[in-house]
């Protein structure tokens, strides 16, 4: 997951209390609209449909003095819509581990959450129907 280049270089974070010791720090997109070609069914073949993507990601903490030191949500952002411009897939299932498997580029990921809807699924009977899966790094 290529994070963007252009930030500033620096951004200021106030000096810690010594007693607070941060363990992991959980960094999300929720919500994220794309549209994807996916799914099973001959009516869902060759057709955009819209997906509800959620991530949170625990990641090592450490001391934040730069952008470099984060891991950008940005990043997450454009490896969901790399993913869905990537051509048919059959699955939610398999957006979703692709969507994780791109988040563990990063190396302080931890343990990735990624949950993948499809609001038409299951219309007009159900606001959406979809997967979640949780990943660690192994």
Not at 41 to 68: I, K, N
Not at 73 to 101: D, K, N, P, T
Request: net charge negative; proline share 6%; glycine share 6%.
């Amino acid at each position: 997951m290529s994070l963007p280049k252009e930030a500033p270089a620096e951004t200021h974070i106030p000096h810690q209390d010594p007693v607070l010791r941060i363990l992991v720090t959980k960094v999300f997109v929720r919500g994220l609209k794309v549209e994807a070609e996916i799914g099973v069914y001959d009516h869902e073949l060759h057709r955009r449909q819209p997906l509800l993507v959620d991530v949170e990601l625990d990641v090592a903490a450490g001391g934040w003095r730069h952008l470099a030191d984060t891991v950008n949500y940005e990043g997450v952002v454009q490896a969901a819509q790399a993913i869905a411009a990537s051509g048919h897939i059959g699955l939610v299932e398999s957006f979703a581990q692709r969507l994780a498997e791109a988040c563990f580029e990063e190396p302080r990921v931890l343990r990735a959450r990624v949950r993948v809807e499809k609001p038409e699924a299951l219309a007009p009977h159900a606001a959406a129907a979809g997967v979640e899966i949780t990943a660690v790094r192994g």
